[in-house]
């Protein structure tokens, strides 16, 4: 601050008169924001990500597409949604179902502040994108979704990048600010805008799912149960022992 109008008082010091400062850091072409006064050491956090997603090239995405919607669950349940491949032939029996059937999920890496799993392709899916060129015909026949803990979760593939950023607005209530990215030039204006509509598709899905289930918590009958096995919910496993950890 230069100065502030009529503040002449002997108390006003413009050097301690300034907007708050919070721990920001650009990993993998995000941006994270700590509000916390000791904030973690995200490479800590992050260790063993980088093995997972690096051969993508995350920093050569562009945005293609954003949008910010209200749903109406708690942040923790959208979390452990997109983080499971459990739901998707059930959830997504048209959409998604014949691109990443439940059947071929594979648990991947986890890190003290991530997880992720691959949702693999089917043998005879046509290739989705040749993406990054250090990319193995493997890679390229998969997503790989994962999220960084609390409130990011995305799915990364060879030439498409989705991620949800959730904001909590109430026990209920979230703020879901989801970008569409795209690996260099690769996809034409065509197949994005199909790709978006496709995930538009996606999210209105999970939404509906997430917002019955929000409601059926308010009851006193509502109950927890078991995991699915590592490769269907071991995510969300990580998940709930993140949100256990005494230091988080
Ligand atoms: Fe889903």
Known sequence: MLRAARMKNESFDPKTCKLGEFACEIRFGFIYVCLH??????????????NLI?????????IVHTATEV???????LVENFMEGYHLSVVHPLTLHGYTPTGLSKKAASGKGFTSYHANYPQETLSRGKGSDKLTDEARNRSTLFSIFPCQVTSI???LLVALMIRPLSAETIEV?????????????ETINQRITLWEEVNR????????MQASFRSVHAIGGTLAGPDYEGTVHDFLLWLGRKDT
């Open 71 to 77: 749903w109406n669950t708690n942040w923790k349940c």
């Open 177 to 189: 600010r989801w970008t569409m990215s795209a690996y260099g030039d690769e996809l034409d204006e």
């Open 205 to 212: 899905e999970d939404r509906e799912k997430l917002e019955i």
């Open 37 to 50: 006064e000791t904030p973690p050491d995200i490479d800590a956090e992050l260790e063993g990500l980088e």
């Open 54 to 62: 690096g051969d993508y090239e995350p920093d050569n995405y562009r």
């Open 157 to 159: 593939a060879s030439s």
